[in-house]
């Protein structure tokens, strides 16, 4: 749900796993296979291990493709293998009724190494009572713990005394103490920022109580009834996530801590996927684009990412050579990366610009932000997770710097529009640059603690991306 590293149970040595004609992915014509139930051809997965190397069957059938515009999705930070594949067959749906004449669409669905904690609903995914929740409480239930595995290998140790205490709930700081350490040792950061790994978010270096009474807080807001758009005290320098909220004092009960406590477990996975989606984009997707441009050089790109996809698809465009011309639009769903990430220049830091500063340039069309104020993931748990050691600020309390691209749209880049849905649809996107378009009015069903964070499966959106990338009839 949460989002430090958007955006499931594809471990690192699956990227052979997808290839063409094997019944799982791609069949040799590059429609899908038997059974994969994506409606609409042709149909290809490009499949990236963790450090972004491209399984070269997969990149094969991109190559063949037959098509004048392809569509390249990465999903985010909830999908396994299944998961993604049904998100890129409703989300590809309507497009064959939505281009010219003259758009001959191939699609391309991104396949890279995340994992899904079954606790989070995916809108219209999940059969009801499917979820693990509220049956196993703080305790992982089966499906997450083989994730987990699977995700960590080699740390069965350290995940057998993580699912004890999260089951037995023990009412002992020294027991937060020890999964602190657990917590951290899985997410590979010192407890102690330095030198070689400076910005380590704060979530994992304060005191680990503060902490967990912090995310319980804000898990019980994310469970807010719908229709309370800010939840209980989360105006800036409000009291809803401090120390002192309601029954979260120092001296309240530490086995109600638990919950957040899973969080912070959740938070370790997303830190390592955060990190893994900018080397996929960086050192694989962009890459390999750039080889498919080179020997197709008629095919035009459009790029969609969702969560953490969205960094995936944005990162790629680092190995997209200045003057290049064939990404023709990218569309970010939900993003899970900072609002500044396009500034050339942050309003906090003039010195500084964004980590994707610039690289709207090397598109040749819009870079389309899609954000909506009902994604509990990024309206909550990005800013908390975002925060870095050593800010003055600590974890309390908000600050706008901090905040994800998916929750709020582009920031601190001059001249970029902010549009409704209905204004964009109705009259379309600027040609060039960054633009962000409020999607709250569809993006906005899904259930605590994500929220609406995965409510993306709407042909509104698809409409946005054939306007972006001016494939319209």
Same mark, same amino acid.
């Given at each position: 749900?949460?989002?430090?590293?958007?955006?499931?149970?594809?471990?690192?040595?699956?990227?052979?796993?997808?290839?063409?004609?094997?019944?799982?992915?791609?069949?040799?014509?590059?429609?899908?296979?038997?059974?994969?139930?994506?409606?609409?051809?042709?149909?290809?997965?490009?499949?990236?291990?963790?450090?972004?190397?491209?399984?070269?069957?997969?990149?094969?059938?991109?190559? +063949?493709?037959?098509?004048?515009?392809?569509? #390249?999705?990465?999903?985010?930070?909830?999908?396994?293998?299944?998961?993604?594949? %049904?998100?890129?067959? +409703?989300?590809?749906?309507?497009?064959?009724?939505?281009?010219?004449?003259?758009? %001959?669409?191939?699609?391309?669905?991104?396949?890279?190494?995340?994992?899904?904690?079954?606790?989070?609903?995916?809108?219209?995914?999940?059969?009801?009572?499917?979820?693990?929740?509220?049956?196993?409480?703080?305790?992982?239930?089966?499906?997450?713990?083989?994730?987990?595995?699977?995700?960590?290998?080699?740390? /069965?140790? *350290?995940?057998?005394?993580?699912?004890?205490?999260?089951?037995?709930?023990?009412?002992?700081?020294?027991?937060?103490?020890?999964?602190?350490?657990?917590?951290?040792?899985?997410?590979?950061?010192?407890?102690?920022?330095?030198?070689?790994?400076?910005?380590?978010?704060?979530?994992?270096?304060?005191?680990?109580?503060?902490?967990?009474?912090?995310?319980?807080?804000?898990?019980?807001?994310?469970?807010?009834?719908?229709?309370?758009?800010?939840?209980? =005290?989360?105006?800036?320098?409000?009291?809803?996530?401090?120390?002192? =909220?309601?029954?979260?004092?120092?001296?309240?009960?530490?086995?109600?801590?638990?919950?957040?406590?899973?969080?912070?477990?959740?938070?370790?996975?997303?830190?390592?996927?955060?990190?893994?989606?900018?080397?996929?984009? *960086? +050192?694989?997707?962009?890459?390999?684009?750039?080889?498919?441009?080179?020997?197709?050089?008629?095919?035009?790109?459009?790029?969609?990412?969702?969560?953490?996809?969205?960094?995936?698809?944005?990162?790629?465009?680092?190995?997209?050579?200045?003057?290049?011309?064939?990404?023709?639009?990218?569309?970010?769903?939900?993003?899970?990366?900072?609002?500044?990430?396009?500034?050339?220049?942050?309003?906090?830091?003039?010195?500084?610009? =964004?980590?994707?500063?610039?690289? /709207?340039?090397?598109?040749?069309?819009?870079?389309?932000?899609?954000?909506?104020?009902?994604?509990?993931?990024?309206?909550?748990?990005?800013?908390?997770?975002?925060?870095?050691?050593?800010?003055?600020?600590?974890?309390?309390?908000?600050?706008?710097?901090?905040?994800?691209?998916?929750?709020?749209?582009? /920031?601190?880049?001059?001249?970029?529009?902010?549009?409704?849905?209905?204004?964009?649809?109705? /009259?379309?996107?600027?040609?060039?640059?960054?633009?962000?378009?409020?999607?709250?009015?569809? #993006?906005?069903?899904?259930?605590?603690?994500?929220?609406?964070?995965?409510?993306?499966?709407?042909?509104?959106?698809? +409409?946005?991306?054939?306007?972006?990338?001016?494939?319209?009839?």
């Amino acid at each position: 749900m949460t989002d430090i590293g958007g955006g499931f149970g594809i471990g690192a040595g699956t990227a052979a796993g997808i290839v063409a004609g094997n019944g799982l992915g791609v069949s040799a014509g590059n429609r899908p296979a038997a059974g994969i139930g994506i409606g609409v051809g042709p149909y290809a997965e490009l499949t990236f291990d963790s450090e972004g190397d491209v399984d070269r069957v997969t990149q094969g059938a991109v190559a +063949r493709m037959e098509a004048t515009d392809v569509l #390249v999705f990465a999903h985010g930070w909830n999908s396994d293998r299944s998961t993604a594949t %049904r998100l890129y067959d +409703r989300f590809f749906a309507p497009f064959p009724g939505l281009v010219g004449s003259g758009v %001959r669409l191939g699609y391309v669905g991104v396949v890279w190494p995340s994992m899904r904690f079954s606790d989070e609903p995916i809108p219209d995914f999940d059969a009801p009572g499917a979820l693990a929740e509220p049956g196993f409480g703080t305790a992982l239930d089966p499906v997450t713990r083989r994730a987990l595995g699977e995700f960590w290998p080699g740390r /069965q140790t *350290e995940l057998d005394r993580v699912a004890e205490l999260l089951e037995e709930r023990p009412e002992s700081a020294a027991a937060f103490i020890e999964f602190g350490a657990l917590v951290r040792e899985l997410a590979g950061v010192d407890a102690v920022p330095s030198a070689v790994a400076p910005a380590v978010p704060a979530i994992f270096t304060d005191d680990v109580l503060e902490v967990c009474r912090v995310l319980t807080r804000a898990l019980a807001t994310a469970g807010a009834p719908a229709g309370d758009a800010e939840g209980p =005290g989360l105006a800036a320098g409000g009291p809803g996530l401090t120390a002192g =909220g309601p029954g979260l004092t120092a001296g309240g009960a530490l086995r109600g801590l638990w919950g957040g406590a899973k969080e912070l477990l959740r938070q370790a996975a997303y830190y390592k996927m955060k990190k893994r989606a900018g080397v996929v984009g *960086e +050192r694989g997707l962009g890459p390999v684009l750039a080889q498919l441009a080179a020997d197709r050089p008629a095919l035009r790109f459009h790029l969609i990412g969702h969560s953490f996809g969205a960094r995936v698809v944005s990162f790629a465009l680092r190995a997209v050579p200045d003057g290049a011309r064939y990404v023709k639009s990218v569309t970010l769903l939900q993003g899970a990366f900072s609002h500044y990430a396009f500034a050339d220049r942050m309003p906090h830091d003039r010195s500084n610009g =964004g980590a994707l500063r610039g690289l /709207q340039r090397r598109v040749d069309g819009p870079v389309v932000a899609c954000h909506s104020p009902h994604d509990s993931a990024l309206r909550l748990f990005y800013p908390l997770a975002s925060r870095m050691a050593g800010d003055s600020a600590g974890l309390l309390g908000f600050d706008e710097r901090w905040g994800a691209i998916g929750h709020d749209g582009v /920031q601190a880049v001059p001249g970029a529009p902010r549009l409704s849905l209905d204004t964009a649809l109705r /009259q379309g996107v600027p040609a060039a640059g960054c633009v962000s378009v409020d999607a709250g009015s569809v #993006v906005r069903r899904g259930g605590a603690p994500s929220g609406a964070h995965s409510d993306i499966c709407h042909e509104e959106l698809a +409409r946005v991306v054939v306007a972006a990338g001016r494939m319209g009839r």
